[in-house]
């Protein structure tokens, strides 16, 4: 079945070492008397409803407090006088809190070691200056392909072995 929902919505978790907080931007803008509830549905509840504060015309934050990581289905609503209004069903993922940079997005700087070794085995320089960066130019030979010569040549060869046979079919 369609969702009957008119907006749509982009949820975005941020988490820190002490809070985890929901950011929501709307495809549509509030009305003056409208209000925006935010719950998060769970199996065994009618869920736990969010405290939602307005940052800008079309964005939203909530704080995730007692979430655990994991997923999770959020149920957005917008409220005119008691009534839902609009009502969109989304799932965001809530991820750990302690978020671990992968050992190559480390800051531990150049290996200068590693590449004067590299430059060694290789016959490069490392850190060479201008003066050693200077491109000596080389002879360079060009070989030419003949294909385009030796085929017409053949072609004209050709013919002209089917005319010496007819010449020599006629004169016998």
């Known amino acids: 079945m369609r969702d009957i929902s008119k907006t749509d919505y982009n949820l975005k978790v941020k988490t820190k070492e002490d809070s985890t907080t929901l950011h929501i931007e709307s495809s549509a803008k509030l009305e003056n008397d409208t209000k925006m509830r935010i719950s ?3 199996a065994n509840d009618d869920g736990k409803e969010l405290n939602v504060k307005q940052v800008a015309p079309q964005r939203f ?9 994991g997923t999770y289905t959020l149920k957005i609503a917008k409220i005119k006088d008691q009534q ?9 993922i809530v991820p750990e809190k302690v978020i671990r940079k992968p050992k190559e997005n ?16 290789t016959g490069g320089i490392h850190n060479p ?3 050693d960066l200077e491109v ?5 030979t060009r070989i030419e392909d003949l294909a385009g010569y030796l085929i017409p ?3 004209i060869l050709f013919i002209f072995d ?11």
Do not use: C, W
Not at 84 to 92: A, H, N, Q, S, T
Not at 108 to 114: D, E, K, R, T, V
């Open 40 to 42: 998060i549905l769970a």
């Open 61 to 69: 934050t909530a704080e995730l407090h007692d979430v655990t990581p």
């Open 84 to 92: 839902v209004v609009d009502l969109k069903i989304k799932g965001v």
């Open 106 to 121: 480390s800051d531990l700087g150049n290996n200068f070691p590693i590449l004067e070794n590299i430059a060694e085995i």
């Open 129 to 131: 200056t201008k003066e």
């Open 136 to 140: 000596k130019e080389k002879e360079i």
């Open 153 to 155: 040549l053949a072609m």
């Open 162 to 172: 089917i005319a010496v046979r007819k010449y020599n079919r006629q004169i016998e």
